[in-house]
């Protein structure tokens, strides 16, 4: 069974940058779909971003477009969040995901494996 753990939240001004790490254990993540996923208080999930198992498709949410960059490394079992032009309604807890299918596919529910969170905030 996979084990995901995220890595890499805290504060940072409206403006800033962050990169988010997920680091998966248990089991190899490299045939698997990657995403990440957040949630602001008193809001529902919703879905950040996503990568296909081989690195060669992304997906954003049109809110983060142009601003965070997704990027995974096979070899060390890793899928990352680069956040910049941070705004403060970027703020949330983030949360890798692991897929059952190699290719994203636009479902949440594709998703199995759901690392703990890390919280992002960005002040104004």
């Known amino acids: ?9 805290g504060l940072v001004q409206a403006g800033g940058s962050l990169r988010l790490s997920c680091a998966a254990s248990g089991r190899t993540f490299s045939r698997n779909a990657m995403g990440w996923f957040r949630q ?4 529902e999930r919703e879905f ?9 498709t992304t997906y954003y949410a049109d809110s983060v ?4 960059t997704i990027s995974r490394d096979n070899a060390k079992n ?6 910049n032009s941070l705004k403060p309604e970027d703020t949330a807890v983030y949360y890798c ?4 299918s190699s290719y ?10 759901w690392g703990q ?3 992002v905030t960005v002040s104004s």
């Open 1 to 9: 069974q996979v084990q995901l753990v995220e890595s890499g939240g």
């Open 40 to 43: 602001a208080p008193g809001k």
């Open 48 to 56: 950040v971003a996503a990568i296909n198992w081989n690195g060669d």
């Open 65 to 68: 477009k142009g601003r965070f």
């Open 78 to 83: 890793t899928v990352y969040l680069q956040m």
């Open 97 to 100: 995901a692991l897929s059952r």
């Open 104 to 113: 994203y596919y636009a479902a949440a529910s594709d998703f199995g494996s």
């Open 117 to 119: 969170g890390t919280q």
